[in-house]
């Protein structure tokens, strides 16, 4: 099972989102916090320390790219996983500046709850 010292921050205006990764990364053993909106996820991470985020792409007062760097600065060493349902969606070269790749892109919807588990894995290294 997982190890309930990573943490992670799901950042979703869409509960039922939210509500479903939390359920499954718990079952996992991690520790899961939710944000529903820009602001309230840039007050976690300026609090305490995630190992992980994933951000959905559209919130209600910012979109996740902004987000993504604006917590770059307050969180360094938090993983940024961008979670869209937009088939389009493209990294920006800032995005890829400070490290976010393809492989850091969950599309909506999840098909396999197991994918999110083990790209947080893989990118904590364990």
């Known amino acids: 099972m997982g190890d309930p010292t990573v943490k992670v921050l799901v950042i979703d205006d869409e509960e039922m989102v939210s ?4 359920a499954y990364l718990e ?3 991690l520790e899961v916090t939710t944000a529903a909106a820009g602001r ?3 007050e976690f991470l300026a609090s ?3 190992h992980a985020a994933i951000v959905d792409m559209r919130l209600p007062d910012m979109t996740g790219d902004e987000l993504i760097l604006s917590a770059t600065g307050i969180s360094p060493g938090t993983h940024f ?3 869209t349902g937009s088939l389009d969606y493209r990294l920006s070269e800032k995005l890829r500046e400070i ?4 492989d850091d892109i969950i599309q909506k919807p999840v098909s396999d709850m197991g994918e999110i588990y083990r790209a947080i894995m893989r990118a904590l290294g364990r």
Do not use: D, K, P, V
Request: charged fraction near 25%.
């Open 40 to 42: 309230e996820a840039l």
């Open 99 to 102: 490290g976010i790749g393809e």
């Open 48 to 50: 305490a320390r995630f």
């Open 19 to 22: 509500r479903m990764l939390r």
């Open 81 to 83: 996983f961008i979670h």
């Open 27 to 29: 079952l996992q053993g």
